[in-house]
């Protein structure tokens, strides 16, 4: 797993607003679903990027075919789909990142691809592979280790989380 400081991950969850999420699912059985709903409780606008769903709903946010259709602004990209898709979706990004304003490319867990982390940092972008969001919220706000994780802290309290409603302090 790739290695990234604490501190980076957190200032993404914090200054992100807007995620564009490729490969989420209307399936409430799959990961991507879980993830988004998670997110959408948490603060974040996600916008589904899934073409068999385009112009539905998914947790009530319209559904978009492709980036390249999705209105601005968009924070960060999370691929939500196998590792061998990342590098065309890493282009993709890299074509849209002007108009939409992306900074962050993040790759979902088990998703790496160098090839489609080197496309990203090229372009400018910070780039994270093999973490999830919802895992990472989760860790820094306290979340995980009240639900029975173990994140080495020994506390019988309910997590204070970082700023109102989870949102780790964003504003």
Request: hydrophobic share 40%.
């Amino acid at each position: 797993m790739p290695s990234y400081p604490d501190q980076q991950i957190k200032t993404i969850l914090r200054t992100v607003k807007t995620i564009a999420m490729v490969g989420a699912s209307g399936n409430d059985i799959r990961p991507s679903y879980f993830a988004m709903m998670y997110l959408l409780n948490k603060g974040y606008k996600v916008i589904p990027i899934n073409p068999g769903a385009a112009g539905k709903t998914i947790l009530g946010q319209t559904a978009y075919a492709s980036l390249k259709d999705v209105p601005a602004p968009v924070d960060m990209v999370d691929i939500f789909r196998e590792a061998k898709y990342a590098p065309d979706i890493a282009r993709e990004v890299v074509a849209e990142k002007d108009r939409l304003g992306v900074k962050v490319l993040w790759m979902q867990l088990g998703v790496i691809s160098e090839e489609a982390e080197r496309i990203g940092k090229e372009a400018g972008l910070t780039v994270i592979m093999d973490r999830c969001p919802k895992i990472e919220h989760g860790r820094f706000s306290g979340e995980m280790g009240w639900l029975g994780i173990n994140r080495k802290v020994i506390d019988n309290r309910k997590p204070l989380l970082f700023g109102r409603g989870g949102s780790l302090g964003r504003k």
